[in-house]
């Protein structure tokens, strides 16, 4: 059955990602991982058992680092770089139809038979590997100091693992089956799906053994490993998540308190704070806001150029403009007074869009005469290969991607990656998680609600005005999904939230551009034009369980709608 088997660490892809582990791993990883792919490919009749693989403690370091690899890899970053998922909600378009690509998200063709950014097979696998490890762990010898005193936070990293895979599946599928160890063959391998409400349990438990063994930081050489900062986010997301309408049509106010607690638990350790600097937190190694990053960057030298190419304006060395922001996200942006450029007394000029906007859409969106590495980025129609253009490589909704582009990157004559991290969790997400959970806990906006909200939005290199005092539930309700959208724009967090908040329909529709036409050699022409109408149903909100799945585990039952 395939959801069961092991995957072999000798899988290219598995070596591609493999080359791009915690620092700390690589000398180890060389070495341990030939073997351990020696033996895995062994057959059952023959060559070296798991008991012995597990019997050496180089060798389960390396297999600890493996799953690093294949279980977090580049996370919701980069399913494939030709897919982003901001690209695949209303805040951008990709103008390549790729049949692995975004279109199968906006056209409505999702479907147990189409659906390329699929992780259930995968996820089962690394689940194995985890129970694998989990099974093994305590009995592995531990000879030197270093060994003795790292067994215990390698069993954290293992069942952090675990409940990582778990959490990303009941994130796409809702209620799966729920395997806490080795399966063999001769079991009934038809296992119905567990309930959220139990897979919700299952990796709160998960994570509650990890922050046993999982210290507050590491040390330079041990940077990027799984912290309890992060174990504790993670349930937090998976506690919000929980909360929200998707997965509690009764707005069962208790599962919202939990996510707040659990929320405040992260804020309360006092190690997070946010970053002063908007524009460069994502590219960074080190800084206070990061809660759980990748070390993916200069040493995966493929993926790390593809992203470049993939997202850099065509001007920039050949760039694809693979993620092009949509005017649907544009008009989200605030006045820098903090307006909406609808409401009166914003100072909105229609003639001028651009001009005294909130600081972040500067920092997120390259625009018609932004300045980026040196050049200026005309996206006119006729302003050559960046401006308006059905031509692909060119963008078709007006802008491209700042954000997620380290500046210092370049395809210009000698090509430089820059620092691309890949942040899965970061301080903003805390403190707009706390403040949704709050409110939607509470009868009314309490203080402490504004005071996130204020915090995240008083930034150094941001400072926007406080939130207007004053709101109902529902009002604030709306704000802050809205400083959601703002703050963590062009991050996977959209895909998933408009899910989670059951809005699909209203929101993933019609995608918007800007068309800037130059009537006069001094004068600019801005209009709002269509740039593709999509299609979204409340089935969409969860993935498909995989045909190949439903055949081969007849105890599954398919999500509604499919």
């Known amino acids: 059955m395939l959801l069961f088997k092991m995957i072999k660490l000798s899988n290219m892809t598995n070596k591609r990602y493999y080359s791009s582990l915690l620092a700390i791993c690589l000398i180890i990883a060389a070495s341990a991982c030939t073997k351990i792919n020696d033996y895995l490919d062994k057959a059952e009749s023959g060559g070296v058992t798991e008991q012995a693989l597990f019997a050496d403690y180089v060798q389960v370091e390396g297999y600890l680092a493996n799953m690093y690899a294949t279980t977090i890899g580049a996370g919701d970053w980069m ?34 038979t189409n659906n390329p950014i699929d992780i259930w097979n995968g996820a089962y696998q690394n689940i194995r590997k985890a129970n694998t490890f989990l099974k093994y762990i305590d009995n592995v010898p531990a000879k030197t ?104 049509p009764t707005n069962n106010r208790d599962l919202w308190k939990r996510a707040a607690d659990a929320h405040k638990a992260v804020m309360d350790l006092k190690v997070y704070t946010l970053d ?37 304006p065509p001007s920039q060395g050949g760039g694809w403009g693979n993620l092009q922001p949509s005017q649907n996200l544009v008009d ?28 972040r859409f500067a920092q997120s969106i390259i625009y018609n005469g932004s300045k980026w590495a040196g050049a200026t980025i005309n996206t006119f129609v006729g302003a050559g290969v960046d401006g308006l253009n059905t031509n692909t490589a060119s963008t078709q909704t007006g802008y491209y991607t700042a954000k997620l582009l380290d500046e210092n990157a370049t395809l210009i004559t000698s090509y430089r990656p820059g620092n691309h991290y890949w942040v899965f969790m970061r301080y903003a997400e805390t403190l707009l998680g706390y403040a949704e959970a709050l409110n ?21 290199n941001v400072k926007m005005p406080p939130v207007p005092a004053g709101l109902s539930k529902d009002e604030m309700r709306l704000r802050i999904r809205h400083e959601r959208r703002i703050e963590l724009c062009m991050e996977p967090h959209r895909f998933w939230d408009v899910r989670r908040w059951r809005i699909g329909q209203e929101v993933f529709k019609d995608i918007y551009g800007m068309r800037i036409t130059k009537p006069t050699s001094t004068t600019f022409k801005y209009e709002k034009f269509l740039v593709e109408a999509r299609t979204y149903r409340p089935a969409f909100d969860l993935f498909p369980i995989p045909q190949g799945e439903m055949e081969r585990n007849k105890a599954l039952v398919q999500n509604p709608g499919y």
């Not at 079991?187 to 438990?205: G, Q």
């Not at 600097?277 to 790390?304: D, F, G, P």
Request: hydrophobic fraction near 40%; charge should be negative.
């Open 79 to 112: 399913p494939q770089t030709t897919f982003t998922y901001a690209a695949a909600s209303d805040d951008a378009k990709c103008p390549y139809n790729f049949s692995y690509g975004t279109i199968n998200y906006n056209n409505g063709t999702l479907s147990p």
């Open 145 to 248: 100091a270093i060994q003795i005193d790292s067994k215990p936070r390698m069993k954290g990293e293992g069942f952090f693992m675990r409940a990582w895979c778990y959490a990303e599946l009941m994130k796409r599928y809702g209620g799966v089956p729920l395997i806490d160890r080795v399966l063999s063959i001769d079991e009934n391998l038809n296992i119905p799906r567990n309930t959220v409400a139990e897979v919700v349990d299952f990796i709160a438990k998960d994570i509650d053994s990890a922050l046993v063994y999982l210290p507050l930081s590491y040390p330079a050489v041990n940077l990027g490993r799984i912290t309890k900062g992060a174990a504790m986010m993670l349930k937090a997301r998976v506690y919000l998540y929980a909360a929200s309408p998707l997965h509690n």
């Open 276 to 312: 002063d600097n908007y524009k460069t937190v994502l590219h960074v190694r080190n800084s206070a806001e990061i809660i759980m990053q990748s070390t993916i960057n200069q040493v995966w030298q493929v993926v790390a150029q593809d992203w470049v190419r993939h997202t850099e």
């Open 332 to 359: 989200e942006f605030e006045m820098a007074n903090g307006k909406m450029i609808t409401e009166s007394g914003s100072g909105y000029d229609a003639n001028n869009p651009y001009a005294g906007r909130d600081p």
């Open 440 to 460: 939607e806990s509470s009868d009314a906006p309490p203080q402490e609600v504004y005071d996130v909200l204020n915090l995240v939005r008083d930034r150094k």
